[in-house]
């Protein structure tokens, strides 16, 4: 078991993405010539969980995304996070936390229903948030024009470090009626769900931020801006 287990160690550590239980059990499965039960290889990283649990070690393997992966232990937090952000000035700003918060709590949502409650085009965030693969299209509403959906992807989970979008926290304060699409520029809802974000991924809202165009000043138009209908050709 110990060498099976050493495999499974070294399959994780290389992995850049989280790594399903069952793209390990085909990979042994493979390389012995051998059917490997899906029971071995969970037993296997049970050790593996257990073994980084030591305080000798400054990193543990976490299910994240449905899959495992290496990560830091939080006691490192501080120091890690001093020299990512030595290395890295590519923090989400102030829209795409505020646009991303949204999405994640209330998704599938259309970019007009994003727009609403936050009461100013979301056209650049949208864009940035797409390219980094946090969002992606769910499909298109039933509504009007069939305007595009967006939701969470799986890279999201990973960026944020957490298993499964209920993980997300749930802040008290948020109100029926604020969880009601359709209201329009709600600074509470979109204080409280960014400042929920920030707090699991650890981003600093900018203080600064681009200048974005007010949704009253927006002419009237079909929902699906030039960004989507790209994205649409795409699929």
């Known amino acids: 078991m110990n060498f099976l287990q050493n495999h ?13 239980p069952d793209e390990i059990r085909q990979c042994m499965s493979e390389m012995f010539e051998a059917e490997i039960p899906l029971d071995d290889i969970l037993n296997a990283v049970d050790g593996l969980l257990s073994k980084y649990e030591d305080e000798m070690y400054p990193f543990q393997i976490l299910q994240i995304g449905g899959g495992y992966q290496f990560m830091t232990k939080p006691a490192y937090q501080s120091s890690l996070g001093i020299f990512l952000k030595q290395k890295s000035k590519k923090r989400l700003s102030t829209s ?9 709590y209330k998704q599938p949502i259309t970019k007009g229903q994003i727009e609403q409650i936050r009461g100013v085009n979301c056209d650049y965030a949208m864009q940035k948030l797409l390219e980094k693969e946090l969002v992606e299209i769910q499909g298109k509403s039933d509504g009007v024009g069939r305007p595009i959906l967006y939701g969470t992807s799986q890279k999201f989970l990973e960026y944020f470090g957490i298993n499964n979008i209920k993980d997300l926290p749930s802040p008290k304060d948020f109100t029926s009626e604020v969880n009601e699409i359709g209201e329009v520029n709600d600074p509470e809802f979109i204080a409280l769900a960014s400042q929920a974000i920030a707090e699991i991924s650890g ?29 649409t050709e795409n699929e």
Do not use: H
């Not at 499974?8 to 399903?20: G, L, M, N, R």
């Not at 981003?203 to 030039?226: F, H, K, N, R, V």
């Open 8 to 20: 499974i160690e070294s399959i994780i550590f290389c992995a850049t993405d989280p790594v399903k």
């Open 203 to 231: 981003e600093e809202i900018p203080d600064e931020d681009i200048e974005e165009t007010p949704q009253e000043d927006l002419p009237d138009s079909p929902e699906d801006t030039s960004t989507e209908n790209e994205q």
């Open 96 to 104: 795409a936390l505020e646009t991303m918060a949204i999405v994640a």
